[in-house]
């Protein structure tokens, strides 16, 4: 056997030396590559879970544009409602302005009317008085009769009845029994 020379011994030293070097960086590259492959795998589960989330939000998203297409027809329907709504109330202003004038006609015919009987009440009571004047000048009892032909003399009979306590109405019977009942 044969022994290496120092030059092949340096050598193989050299060699050794590198190899030792090539396997430190091997190892360091290769703890390296797995941290990248680490920090790979954590940024894909991050990206994975902003998916997620970005597709609960595109969800919440078309729920609020559902949501606003509804609130957006509801508003417009309550602005045709409240157009109508305008509109019957302007008809009904109208209509009360027409009642109002409708009613001051009516008071003004009415207060011309209560006028009017006052005059005819009057005079009613002045041809009553020339009536009773002129039976008065001939010697002849003027009738108690109203215009409308009804008697104005209550008989004492129906006043009796009309007397509700009973001792007041033996007062009054009292009084006029020769009236009430004649040759009794």
């Known amino acids: 056997m044969t022994f290496p020379s120092v030059e092949e011994l340096q050598s ?5 030396e590198a190899f030792a070097e090539l396997l430190a960086t091997h190892k360091t590259v290769t703890s390296e590559r797995d941290q990248a492959l680490e920090d790979l795998q954590s940024a894909k589960d991050e990206a994975d879970s902003i998916k997620g989330d970005l597709g609960a939000a595109n969800e919440m998203l ?3 544009n559902r949501t606003i297409t509804s609130l957006n027809a509801d508003l417009q329907q309550a602005g045709e409602r409240e157009e ?9 202003k109208e209509e009360a302005d027409n009642l109002i004038g409708e009613m001051q006609k ?7 009317l209560t006028e009017r009987i006052g005059q005819l009440e009057s005079e009613a009571k002045s041809v009553e008085a020339k009536a009773a004047e002129i039976c008065a000048s001939v010697g002849v009892d003027p009738a108690r009769i109203t215009p409308a032909g009804e008697d104005k003399q209550v008989s004492l009979l129906e006043q009796m009845r009309e007397i509700e306590n009973p001792a007041e109405q033996m007062a ?6 020769e009236a009430i009942l004649p040759g009794a």
Not at 12 to 16: C, E, F, G
Not at 172 to 177: E, G, Q, S, T, Y
């Open 12 to 16: 193989l030293a050299q060699a050794r």
């Open 62 to 64: 078309e729920e609020a």
């Open 84 to 92: 109508s709504l305008r509109n019957e109330l302007q008809k009904a």
């Open 172 to 177: 009054f019977f009292r009084k006029h029994r």
């Open 106 to 112: 009516a008071k003004e015919e009415a207060r011309s």
